[in-house]
């Protein structure tokens, strides 16, 4: 598919599209929207970069502008297991949504409720949130999901990894029977398929592999270098590449401060973002990174993880980590939207084993880099990895689809457009009365 105008957008979306400067829809843009537009549930196999939240919160947007109650009353709701995805798809819906007249708020613990209450009290079409606050507001009264048509799990299978399961079934139990369910997971473990039995009913499953959309544009290389060595050559690295925005992936929070302040030392301005770090501090690293205060964000996995900052051109696997997908997903932070993207990744002699089972998983050699300063025969050694070719190729996105502008939602749109005597909202004013209704 060439472009959106394919799709069968309305023209707010479309202008919306054009301001992000997005030229060609994704893959699973150009696979989903079209059969979510007519109704359909999903299950959607794909990780962040592949541009899966506009592949669901464009569709949701513009089934929500279809029928519009005259006061806004919670139809769709996105879950998502950490606050730092939550806002980023927050982001989206209301990046896309700005020239329609749809309102929504996201929801998440560990900041003041008051601001998510105000907004829900004035009335929203959109939550989307994570099931720890979301229930807990619930609970006090100030949620009502007995009108929810669209529900969404992104990154199902990092909620379940979470434990979240007996949060979402909670929700679960109060949102109508008859809704559109749409599921997205970078893999889909025994759990998830489960769930999805559960939860859809029909779906459309689309597959974008996990691995090799993000892996293949991107450029990956290791260095082998003894532990002692790391930060000098990350400081070689960072003064001679064209490190214009960059995240450093570390083992231990504590690794993460003290690479910071070594960094800053040395004049590169960087930021930590971890678990110890407050919510407003990992914000504040995040605005500055994005904002090119700060060239480089050295985080932990569970902090820099979910991480959705356009133009990132390096991630740094400082310390590989134990499980060979999170390489996968933390070098997917770079390459971003098809652009391309350098990862760069140190391996000490207590690592081989990890790097084996990176290359394992994404079916190639990384490049190894053996002109630096810091070479340590060790770690070499023992690798298995002969590759010395230049093994990045470029991102083959082109895909074409049959468009069906069949519409047959078979959703119920039956609702009661009076909301204002709703007495199943009880502490929701719907204060937020709109100049358009259908
Ligand atoms: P996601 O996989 O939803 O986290 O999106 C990954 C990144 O790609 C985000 O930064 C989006 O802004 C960007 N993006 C999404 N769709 C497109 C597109 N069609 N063209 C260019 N960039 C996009």
């Keep these: 598919m060439k472009n959106f105008k394919e799709l069968d957008l309305i023209e707010p979306l479309q202008r919306a599209i054009a301001a992000a400067d997005y030229h060609t829809p994704t893959e699973i843009q150009a696979r989903s929207i079209p059969e979510l537009l007519q109704g359909k549930d999903l299950l959607g196999c794909a990780q962040t970069g592949t541009g899966k939240t506009a592949s669901f919160a464009l569709p949701v947007l513009q089934m929500l502008d279809e029928d519009l109650p005259e006061y806004p009353v919670v139809r769709a709701l996105v879950l998502c297991p950490t606050r730092e995805l939550a806002i980023q798809v927050a982001d989206s819906f209301r990046g896309y949504g700005k020239y329609l007249d749809l309102h929504g708020v996201t929801i998440y613990g560990g900041v003041s409720d008051k601001p998510q209450i105000k907004e829900l009290k004035e009335g929203v079409d959109w939550i989307v949130a994570t099931p720890g606050r979301l229930l807990d507001l619930m609970g006090q009264g100030y949620v009502d999901l007995s009108e929810v048509e669209f529900l969404v799990l992104d990154e199902a299978?990092?909620?379940?990894?979470?434990?979240?399961?007996?949060?979402?079934?909670?929700?679960?139990?109060?949102?109508?029977k008859k809704r559109q369910n749409l599921l997205f997971s970078a893999t889909i473990p025994d759990s998830i398929a489960k769930l999805s039995r559960d939860l859809l009913h029909k779906p459309v499953r689309i597959d974008v592999s996990p691995e090799t959309p993000t892996v293949e544009r991107i450029d990956q290389s290791v260095y082998f270098v003894a532990k002692r060595d790391k930060k000098r050559l990350l400081l070689d690295l960072v003064r001679s590449?064209?490190?214009?925005?960059?995240?450093?992936?570390?083992?231990?929070?504590?690794?993460a401060n003290?690479?910071?302040?070594?960094?800053?030392?040395?004049?590169?301005?960087?930021?930590?973002?971890?678990?110890?770090?407050?919510?407003?501090?990992?914000?504040?690293?995040?605005?500055?990174?994005?904002?090119?205060?700060?060239?480089?964000?050295?985080?932990?996995?569970?902090?820099?993880?979910?991480?959705?900052?356009?133009?990132?051109?390096?991630?740094?696997n400082y310390d590989l980590p134990n499980e060979p997908e999170v390489y996968v997903h933390r070098i997917g932070r770079t390459g971003r939207g098809g652009r391309g993207g350098t990862a760069i990744a140190f391996c000490d002699s207590e690592e081989r084993?990890?790097?084996?089972?990176?290359?394992?998983?994404?079916?190639?050699?990384?490049?190894?880099?053996?002109?630096?300063?810091?070479?340590?025969?060790?770690?070499?050694?023992?690798?298995?990895?002969?590759?010395?070719?230049?093994?990045?190729?470029?991102n083959k996105n082109g895909n074409s689809r049959n468009r069906s502008r069949n519409r047959n939602r078979n959703r119920n749109r039956g609702r009661n457009k009076s909301r204002g005597s709703n007495n199943s909202q009880p502490k929701q004013n719907n204060g937020r009365q709109r100049s358009r209704s259908n």
């Design 353 to 394: 084993g990890q790097l084996n089972d990176i290359e394992k998983l994404i079916g190639e050699s990384i490049d190894v880099i053996d002109d630096h300063d810091y070479p340590d025969e060790g770690a070499k050694a023992s690798s298995s990895n002969q590759n010395n070719g230049n093994s990045n190729s470029g």
């Design 157 to 176: 299978d990092r909620m379940l990894d979470m434990g979240f399961i007996r949060d979402i079934e909670k929700i679960l139990a109060v949102l109508p």
């Design 241 to 255: 590449e064209e490190v214009g925005c960059g995240i450093i992936f570390t083992r231990t929070k504590h690794g």
């Design 258 to 316: 003290r690479l910071t302040k070594r960094l800053n030392k040395a004049g590169i301005e960087s930021m930590a973002i971890h678990g110890n770090k407050s919510q407003g501090a990992r914000q504040r690293a995040l605005g500055a990174l994005k904002d090119g205060k700060i060239r480089l964000l050295v985080g932990t996995d569970v902090a820099a993880r979910g991480i959705d900052v356009d133009d990132v051109t390096h991630v740094f």
